[in-house]
């Protein structure tokens, strides 16, 4: 009876001291980063605020003409063209990592593997800026393209690719690649070769093989890396800036002309939560993605 | 058998796809390398000859007479300033919230996992005009330091994923036996954990810093007179004389770039790989 | 009195997860004199990896208390208790040398460099790693046995109060496993410290310990020496899972003659057993295959069946038998019995009733 007692004792402060101490480190260790994601949400009300006042006025009053002048003809045309190029940039990038995907996981030489990966990385982090220099020697007036159809053709200057959509997309394409590869590596390594081998074996031509195996099984990566090169691209403002000159607008560039030189900060503000809205929209749906991928693993 | 002949021959396509598209992903690259060493003074594409002379001209700029007026020096020093400071506060803020991340299981966890990988999605220009409008409204000068916060707001996840990949390699058994040898948890985590982590810690704090190093959105908006980015210097550049010089200087970032990777490689690569047990 | 002299106490530890959902730990009450190694053994999930971490202070009892050398441990963090562990994963860190991970706790302890050095020495000279040769190695470039030397080494330096083992000869195969049982046995009695050697493994078990708990389900079946769990099971899980035995149930008791019964098994043979106070029907009587009889002839009160193989390995024949209800027996020795018989033959099969044992179902 008395060890009872004396056990009942010792498990009451026990108890009480596991509830309190494992609660405040996990606030202090996430402090650091819940600042600096803290002042990502706080920069999203400032704007959500100044979206609903009145121009000029912005912190005093409340109005929805900001968002009634997004909303309007023109500036819907911009962000649905935006849209269009993120949406086509991302079906472009995810057909060119497919065949780099796959020799990423094929080959059985790590140090191809390696070199592929900073190949394919270097553009993204060299950045558009340094690179811009180098599109426009390829794509110019006088850019390479151009010389070798002169040579071909002998009529200068045949195509022009700088300075709208096609330059625009080639810069969104090339930035984006790793975005689309990286999912797709890591679904299409899941794929286990016996499997690849059963569908031949089963009497699958190579080309069912990728239809009706590799393709449904790497359908997770594809649609993750499809999704982050299109919210990525969305929000794309030194591609346009630079390689689009001032023919290709997106929601981007007309956000930096409204806040800036036409000071309109309300309708920049509101054209703001449309972009912030798309990329929200994105993280949802990559995260499902992401769950179903590690689902089906 | 004709299957493996078919392999082989699936498996040489794929490989010269590849080859063709990295090489088309790589030719701006290249292209800026190349016109580097151009003997001209004009943007003609392939160059006459090759030659030094605008690297010469970089480095006059950089070190003569002119050097406080095309400010080269000052700018790329603000930028390795800026990226060494947002890598910095990267792995501050990323390694106990990795920490807190992997070994602890509590209520809104999975939302704040959402919340840090949130600046990946979240677009440059808007982060870039929000924080201008706060700096100009608080009315405080911050200096580089508006630079560097938003820097460390959007690549905070990339730091975050290497610390929680890092951090999930290291045996929690190897922490426990650590507390039973009698460590505090401080002495264990200084101790054990972050050794253990330095690799994936390194890697993160690399990429960090080459991603502020070349950042342009952000610096574009935040930058100031005072505090002028390389980026910036490049772009106001291109805007005002277009000549080989700032292929010169496009280079020679590009060729900075590679040194930190093969450096961080280098010194992580081997001595991380001699005492990790595969 | 008593209590001073105990290493360790448990008294009614509970640990239950999930709101009460999960009792990995059901109420143990153990005590370890100073001095003397416990093995705790039990099929995985029983709740012995539980109940070591709970007296290491890496878990939290639901309730009851832990005495290490008499003081209770409640609220104490794992630094504070002065208890060695040893992983099965062996937790040898990679990233030190062995020297460096030897150390370790000594320079937790804030212990002068000299005598951290001259201790280290000390204790790779017990655990057979000569310092000259081992003291700068990494873990990656030794063995999964000097592995094993080095993490023990670790434990020990510190001297604690107790040092826990969880399983950490797992991953030996079997004569390195006997071979660092019987080892390990003699570290621990040259330094007097009291140990608790959690195992699923029978035969380290016994090797190794003065004394052996098995646990099933959360809770504490039987302690006692090894012999005494092997000849006595105190039911039918601890026999089986302490050696081969075989099994048969009780259908009725005929005749009660002083210390000996005759009863009437269900599989229908009838067989005098040593009685009880579980020698009621329904009740289960074991004996071990050794002391199991064989023979072509009945003995006189042997069970008729059926042999199924016979088998030969290490020098001992090993039959396996069949009772007219499908019952399987199995007997053992070094002598060949039934040289004569072959398989799908009739034998008997008899046992002195001093080495059976009834016991509840």
């Known amino acids: ?297 | 058998m004709s299957g493996i002949g078919r392999h082989g021959a699936e498996s040489a396509l794929i490989g010269s796809v590849t080859a063709i598209l990295i090489a088309l992903i790589l030719a701006p690259i290249a292209i800026v390398v190349v016109m580097s060493f151009t003997a001209a003074s004009t943007l003609q594409f392939p160059p006459p000859g090759f030659s030094l002379r605008w690297y010469l001209e970089v480095w006059h700029m950089a070190t003569g007479d002119a050097a406080s007026l095309t400010r080269l020096t000052e700018s790329f020093r603000v930028s390795v300033a800026i990226a060494a400071l947002t890598a910095f506060l990267c792995v501050l803020a990323s390694v106990p919230a990795s920490y807190a991340l992997v070994r602890y299981r509590f209520p809104g966890r999975s939302a704040v996992e959402e919340l840090l990988g949130l600046p990946i999605v979240f677009p440059a220009v808007v982060l870039g005009i929000a924080l201008l409008i706060l700096v100009s409204v608080s009315g405080i000068e911050f200096g580089l330091w508006q630079i560097v916060a938003a820097h460390a707001i959007t690549f905070l996840p990339f730091t975050m994923r290497n610390c929680i990949t890092a951090l999930k390699g290291v045996d929690p058994e190897l922490e426990e036996a650590a507390k039973t040898l009698g460590a505090s948890p401080l002495r264990t985590f200084v101790e054990i954990v972050l050794p253990l982590m330095r690799a994936g810690i390194a890697w993160g704090v690399l990429l960090v810093f080459i991603l502020s190093f070349n950042e342009f959105t952000l610096s574009y908006f935040l930058y100031t007179v005072d505090v002028f980015p390389l980026s910036i210097w490049l772009f106001q550049q291109s805007n005002t004389s277009f000549s080989p010089a700032i292929f010169a200087v496009s280079a020679l970032t590009i060729f900075f770039n590679i040194g930190i990777i093969l450096t961080v490689d280098a010194i992580v690569g081997k001595r991380g790989g001699a005492h990790i047990r595969s | 009195m008593t209590e001073k002299d105990n290493a360790l106490e448990l008294g009614d530890v509970k640990c239950h997860f999930a709101q009460g959902k999960v009792r990995a730990v059901d109420g143990v009450s153990l005590s370890v004199p100073r001095g003397e190694i416990l093995s705790i053994l039990g099929p995985s999930g029983c709740g012995k990896t539980t109940l070591m971490r709970m007296i290491a202070g890496l878990e939290t009892p639901t309730q009851g208390y832990i005495r290490i050398h008499g003081r209770d441990v409640a609220g104490l963090t794992p630094q504070q208790r002065n208890v060695g562990l040893v992983f099965q994963s062996l937790a040898v860190f990679p990233h030190m040398t062995v020297e460096k991970n030897v150390a370790f706790g000594l320079r937790m302890r804030n212990v002068a460099s000299e005598t951290i050095r001259a201790k280290v020495r000390d204790v790779l000279e017990l655990v057979q790693l000569p310092p000259a040769n081992f003291a700068a190695r990494w873990p990656n470039e030794l063995s999964g046995g000097q592995l094993q030397r080095v993490a023990l080494a670790r434990t020990l330096v510190t001297q604690p109060a107790l040092v826990l083992f969880d399983e950490p000869m797992a991953a030996l195969d079997r004569r390195l496993r006997d071979y660092m049982a019987v080892e390990l046995r003699a570290i621990q009695k040259k330094m007097g410290i009291a140990a608790v050697y959690v195992t699923h493994d029978q035969q380290t078990a016994s090797t190794m310990s003065d004394r052996i708990a098995v646990m099933s389900g959360g809770k504490v079946l039987q302690v006692g020496p090894p012999p005494d769990i092997y000849n006595a099971p105190a039911n039918r899980f601890v026999a089986e899972f302490v050696g081969d035995a075989n099994i048969l149930t009780v259908g009725k008791v005929l005749s009660v003659d002083g210390d000996i019964s005759e009863v009437e098994v269900e599989a229908g043979c009838r067989l005098r057993v040593k009685a009880c106070e579980h020698l009621t029907k329904g009740g289960k009587i074991i004996f071990r295959p050794g002391q199991t009889q064989v023979d072509v002839a009945d003995p006189g009160g042997g069970m008729q069946a059926k042999l199924v193989s016979v088998s030969f390995n290490s020098g001992f024949y090993h039959w396996q038998m069949e009772l007219p209800d499908g019952t399987s027996l199995s007997a053992g020795s070094t002598r060949d019995y039934l040289a004569s018989a072959s398989t799908g033959q009739s034998v008997w099969v008899s046992v002195d009733p001093e080495h059976t044992r009834v016991v509840e179902a």
């Open chain 1, 1 to 297: 009876m008395t060890t009872v007692g004396t056990s009942e004792a010792a498990a009451a402060p026990l108890a009480s001291a596991i509830a309190s101490p494992i609660r405040r480190p996990i606030i202090w260790l996430l402090l650091p980063a819940g600042l600096l994601a803290g002042l990502l949400l706080v920069c999203t009300l400032t704007l959500l605020r100044i979206s609903f006042g009145p121009r000029y006025a912005e912190w005093n009053g409340w109005s929805l003409a900001a968002f009634v002048e997004a909303f309007s003809p023109y500036f819907l045309s911009i962000i649905l063209n935006t849209i269009w190029l993120a949406l086509v940039s991302a079906v472009l990038a995810t057909v060119v990592s497919f065949p780099i995907a796959l020799f990423m996981v094929r080959t059985s030489s790590r140090l191809a593997r390696d070199l592929v990966l900073i190949c394919i990385m270097l553009p993204m982090v060299v950045g558009l800026l340094v690179q811009s220099f180098g599109w426009v020697a390829i794509l110019g007036p006088d850019g390479l393209i151009n010389q070798v159809a002169f040579l071909i053709t002998g009529e200068p200057r045949t195509f022009s690719l700088l300075f709208n959509t096609t330059g625009v997309l080639l810069g969104l394409v090339q930035t984006t690649i790793p975005l689309a590869v990286l999912p797709l590596v890591s679904s299409l390594s899941v794929i286990p070769s016996d499997l690849e081998e059963a569908a031949s074996v089963l009497g699958a031509r190579r080309l069912q093989t990728y239809r009706h195996v590799i393709l449904p099984m790497a359908m997770p990566g594809i649609a993750a890396g499809t999704i982050l090169v299109f919210g990525f691209n969305t929000g794309a403002f030194v591609v346009p800036l630079l390689l689009g000159g001032s023919r290709v607008s997106t929601i981007a560039v007309i956000i930096r002309d409204q806040m800036g030189t036409l000071s309109n900060w309300p309708l920049g503000a509101a054209l703001s939560m449309a972009l912030i809205f798309i990329a929200l929209s994105v993280q949802v749906a990559h995260r499902h993605m992401g769950s179903r991928s590690r689902f089906e693993r």
